[in-house]
């Protein structure tokens, strides 16, 4: 059965950092790309990046945490993380990770293509 399960969330403040990590179980991360996303109150559900290991590790990051955030995996652990760092207020939201057996190149952002899930981490920036 395939897993993921999220954590490292919590109440940072603005300028602050924290390094979520995405426990796979199930399947090798090596052979699925890993995404996070996001979920603030009253918004949909945004990609915020993702790792491809089988697609020339090919690395994507939404424009708003360029610069900032840097998503990276760990075969032997079977984790995916994701370092936050010059956190803003508006990076306030649920952080989910998505893993999906096929790459989709400059799509990765569809969440509607990802096929299993974990149940969220909260991160909360204070200004």
């Known amino acids: 059965e395939v897993q993921l399960v999220e954590s490292g969330g919590g109440l940072v403040q603005a300028g602050g950092s924290l390094r979520l990590s995405c426990a796979a179980s199930?399947?090798?991360?090596?052979?699925?790309?890993i995404a996070w996303f996001r979920q603030a109150p009253g918004k949909e559900r945004e990609g915020v990046s993702s790792i491809a290991s089988k697609d020339n590790n090919r690395i994507d990051y939404a424009d708003s945490v360029k610069g900032r955030f840097t998503i990276a995996s760990d075969n032997a652990k079977n984790t995916v993380y994701l370092q936050m760092n010059s956190l803003k207020p508006e990076d306030t939201a649920v952080y989910y990770c998505a893993a999906d057996s096929l790459s989709y190149g400059s799509s990765w952002y569809l969440k509607s293509l990802y096929d299993h899930w974990g149940q969220g981490t909260q991160v909360t920036v204070s200004s």
């Open positions: 199930g399947f090798s991360i090596g052979d699925y790309a």
